[in-house]
């Protein structure tokens, strides 16, 4: 089975200041993905950064980046130059095999002017 | 390139009704997973279709059910509706399942009287 555990629920931050969401994950398979998606009031999901688990490299995307640690099962995210569109819930998710996106609780973020 | 469609947007529904969700994928994406989110257990997996056939399932009592069609739409149905089922209902399309980027529409909302 696979668990994905978010285990803050809230977080602040300043705007253009940087902030870190945690996840850590746990799942039986060698070959998965991890994702961070970002909801917003709107409730839409959109997919904010992947990263193959079998590439080492932490993967990128403009001001969000990740911090991969296999062998920790651990997957963060970092959020640079915090802008207030970037408020919302942000979940962590893992997906094998079998296409079943397992997701955290989620983090509401919020961004102070 | 559209995205994910989801019809209707809103329902209110009583108990012991049957209610029908629509979701039409991107273009070419033949793979559509359906998540139920609800603020106590978050998002869940229901299943999810490939190619008409159902290639995995949740842990979803029976009443839940779905379908896919050729054109790759695909409709869920939930029978004897219960007061628990009230919830945001999520249909996601990919390319192929599997590790596929899953994007996701904009829900719909079932309320349960």
């Known amino acids: 089975a696979q668990t994905v555990t978010q285990s803050q629920p809230e977080m602040s931050v300043q705007e253009a200041e940087t902030v870190t969401l945690s996840c850590t994950y746990d799942?039986?398979?060698?070959?998965?993905?991890l994702f961070w998606y970002k909801q917003p009031p709107s409730r839409q999901m959109i997919l904010v950064i992947r990263q193959e688990a079998y590439k080492q490299q932490n993967a990128t995307e403009n001001r969000f980046s990740v911090n991969f640690q296999k062998a920790a099962k651990s997957f963060s995210l970092k959020i640079s130059d915090s802008q207030l569109g970037d408020a919302a819930m942000y979940f962590c998710a893992l997906t094998g095999a079998n296409s079943k996106l397992t997701f955290g609780k989620g983090i509401t973020l919020s961004v102070r002017p | 390139k559209a995205g994910v469609t989801q019809t209707p947007r809103y329902l209110i529904k009583t108990r012991g009704q049957q209610v029908t969700l629509s979701c039409s994928p991107i273009s070419g994406h033949r793979s559509v997973s359906w998540y139920q989110q609800t603020p106590g257990q978050g998002l869940q997996f229901l299943f999810e279709y490939f190619s008409e056939t159902q290639r995995n399932k949740g842990n979803f009592p029976g009443r839940f059910s779905g379908r896919q069609f050729s054109n790759s739409r695909s409709e869920m149905n939930v029978s004897t509706l219960e007061l628990g089922d009230s919830a945001l209902y999520l249909c996601?399309?990919?390319?192929?399942?599997?590790?596929?980027?899953?994007?996701f529409g904009p829900g719909t909302r079932l309320t349960v009287l």
């Open positions: 996601a399309s990919s390319w192929a399942g599997g590790r596929s980027e899953q994007f």
């Open positions: 799942t039986s398979e060698s070959d998965y993905y």
